[in-house]
């Protein structure tokens, strides 16, 4: 099947570009991690998270996915010089202690930037494509990356396809793939490989890989959609320079 294809190239790929040591130990803490989505604006999260903590490490969640916008780190990118929110670092690093002394592990999902939660000046549906918006982003994701340093064993980074489709997600989803592979896709690449190598960074997806969208197979049917004729492109930059791949299925007690 398609979605087979798409995982025996990840594994080829993991297989040559990552040490076996490594993809031991990942594979080890991936198949331990529960996590529930925490959603809370982040001047209540340490204080809100202080009381609930308990009762998630209860019911048997071991990791927390914390869900913070690229604006609320970093609200004005093209700005120079540049000023990063100080005291949404202070709280972030407040919550992290938090977790840390708790002995839980955290999800950052680097991905939250569309209509109504993005940087001023960013346009949410061109940022990645859009040369100035992407580097301020790439910039984004390294000083984050650096303020958390000292967390890094405790943390996944994710970089997500969702948040980076533009126009009609399905007509366009093979164009989207290309995009997204010369950006998010390839992020990996294009950090400090000294930062790069003190996490865990992931590739998230929803439809292109996990619904077969950007192999331009009809959802119903399966067969190769007229609109793009017998395509297969991947959102993710061969070789693959992320240390795992997720993707996620909503609506799924429908």
């Known amino acids: 099947s398609s979605i087979q294809k798409h995982q025996e190239v990840y594994s080829k790929a993991a297989e040559t570009t990552t040490p076996s040591s490594v993809l031991s130990t990942v594979s080890a803490d991936y198949s331990k991690l529960r996590s529930v989505v925490y959603l809370s604006g982040w001047r209540e999260t340490f204080q809100k ?6 009762k998630i490490k209860d019911v048997g969640f071991n990791t927390v996915w914390l869900v913070y916008s690229w604006a609320e780190f970093d609200p004005k990118p093209l700005v120079s010089p540049r000023v990063y929110n100080q005291v949404f670092i202070t709280e972030l690093k407040k919550t992290l202690d938090l977790l840390k002394k708790n002995q839980m592990q955290v999800i950052f999902p680097l991905v939250y930037v569309g ?16 040369k100035t918006s992407f580097m301020a982003y790439r910039e984004y994701v390294s000083r984050f990356l650096t303020e958390i340093q000292d967390y890094h064993d405790m943390s996944y980074i994710l970089f997500s396809s ?8 399905w007509n366009d989803a093979v164009l989207n793939a290309r995009q997204i592979r010369e ?17 865990r960074l992931g590739f998230h997806d929803y439809v292109l890989i ?8 009809d959802p119903e049917t399966r067969a190769i959609a007229n609109h793009c004729g017998a395509v297969t492109e991947s959102p993710i930059k061969d070789p693959i320079s992320f240390d795992f791949v997720m993707t996620v299925g909503y609506e799924m007690l429908n």
């Open 210 to 217: 996990n619904l077969d969208w950007s192999t331009c197979l």
């Open 162 to 169: 969702e948040n980076a489709m533009h126009g009609n997600h």
């Open 115 to 130: 209509s109504g939660y993005a940087p001023e000046g960013i346009n949410p549906d061109t940022w990645n494509i859009d």
């Open 183 to 199: 950006s998010v896709g390839n992020i990996p690449r294009l950090l400090d490989p000294q930062l790069r190598a003190k996490f």
């Open 49 to 54: 998270l202080s009381t609930d903590l308990p």
